[in-house]
């Protein structure tokens, strides 16, 4: 099986509001806007609700958004995962991503979890506050069933005839 890309989103949080929490700790709020390119296009729009350990520490993302599809599609996004503190102005992220979508050809995507990468890029552009992200969604170029492996990848989706990982 090889992974090849679906989709990248790439957004920004032109809005923001932080609370300190003990330990240290921080919850925070972002409204996050951008687009998708790839097998989805369109706009993305969405509200992320992260934890994080310290001003320089790990985040926990919690992001639930909506991406409106340039062919009319409503696709629902929900993911959550991991951000590492460095390297610093591209700090990793790692996450889960689940999608729900009401119809074709989105609606494969409906028993997927698909598992993602991306980065939290210091902007280009020094005046701008916000950084850019980019995230990155994955599909697969074979078929995989649970059988082959005796599990199923990380992005898997059960057609009629077998399972294909997407």
Known sequence: MRLEPLYRIRFTYPESWAVGLDGGWQQLFFVAE???????????????????????????????AVIEADDGATIMVERHGYGRA???????????????????????????????VGEVRTPADP?????????????????????????PPACWCPTANHATAV
């Open 34 to 64: 951008g687009r998708c390119e790839g097998s989805i296009t369109g706009r993305f729009r969405g509200v992320n609700f992260p934890r994080k350990e310290g001003a320089d520490g790990p985040f926990r993302p919690d992001l639930r």
């Open 86 to 116: 460095y390297p610093p102005g591209r700090r990793q992220i790692v996450v889960a991503m689940l999608h729900l979508a009401d119809r074709e050809p989105y609606r494969r995507l409906n028993d997927a979890v698909c598992v993602c």
């Open 127 to 151: 005046d701008r506050a916000e950084p850019d992200l980019v995230i990155d969604v994955p599909s697969s170029s074979g078929n995989l069933s649970p059988n082959d492996t005796g599990r």
